[in-house]
T-cell receptor, first 114, second 115 residues
Framework: GENVEQHPSTLSVQEGDSAVIKCTYSDSASNYFPWYKQELGKRPQLIIDIRSNVGEKKDQRIAVTLNKTAKHFSLHITETQPEDSAVYFCAASKGGSSASKIIFGSGTRLSIRP | GAGVSQSPSNKVTEKGKDVELRCDPISGHTALYWYRQSLGQGLEFLIYFQGNSAPDKSGLPSDRFSAERTGGSVSTLTIQRTQQEDSAVYLC?????????????FGQGTRLTVV
């Protein structure tokens, strides 16, 4: 079945540096790739997504890239700040006439060092 | 209006007891998921409901775990004869088709502690 692998499992970066989280997926029919952020003690929430008809999408300090050929997608956070500390989950799903099953990666715990 | 609602928010139970966890999804969302999250860990998929289709139960860790979704809305996750290793946060999510993809909305979770 569909599988999403996420690396690294933990990441520590100096405040102001960049952070990159990478995911790979197995089902070539996947065409929607959301990223969720889970702050300590809170629920995961969608922060950005990318569809298979684009290669990159940016939203302020956050960008996502997608390589459909290699079945890779990545989250890039620039100029990291303390509030970026959280667990980040990538996910993949397929389009269709109704909501399709979302497959989540195992998560990356990002820590920002002051 | 409201988001995904789970109850109770916290549950402490004695080992061997049965527990029921409830999830009220967002109205109109056809898909519903249950996940388990141990402290500092990722999302462990348990079960997935999609409309009237047979649920995907492939993530349930043992036959002590079961879930149902009545009328395509509210879902209940039941854990029988609870064990200490069942202690975790149980998250429910419902999802909706959003453009070409699907967006999931999570509840606040139920923190289960088995003593």
């Amino acid at each position: 079945g569909e599988n999403v692998e996420q690396h690294p499992s933990t990441l520590s970066v100096q405040e102001g540096d960049s952070a990159v989280i990478k995911c790979t997926y197995s089902d070539s029919a996947s065409n929607y790739f959301p990223w969720y952020k889970q702050e300590l003690g809170k629920r995961p929430q969608l922060i950005i997504d990318i569809r298979s008809n684009v290669g990159e999408k940016k939203d302020q300090r956050i960008a996502v890239t997608l390589n459909k050929t290699a079945k890779h997608f990545s989250l890039h956070i620039t100029e990291t700040q303390p509030e970026d500390s959280a667990v980040y989950f990538c996910a993949a799903s397929k389009g269709g006439s109704s909501a399709s099953k979302i497959i989540f990666g195992s998560g990356t715990r990002l820590s920002i060092r002051p | 209006g409201a988001g995904v609602s789970q109850s109770p928010s916290n549950k402490v139970t004695e080992k061997g007891k049965d527990v029921e966890l409830r999830c009220d999804p967002i109205s109109g969302h056809t898909a519903l998921y249950w996940y388990r999250q141990s402290l500092g860990q990722g999302l462990e998929f348990l079960i997935y409901f999609q409309g009237n289709s047979a649920p995907d139960k492939s993530g349930l860790p043992s036959d002590r775990f079961s879930a149902e979704r009545t009328g395509g809305s509210v879902s209940t996750l039941t854990i029988q004869r609870t064990q200490q290793e069942d202690s975790a946060v149980y998250l429910c999510a419902s999802s909706v088709k959003r453009g070409a993809g699907t967006e999931a909305f999570f509840g606040q979770g139920t923190r289960l502690t088995v003593v």
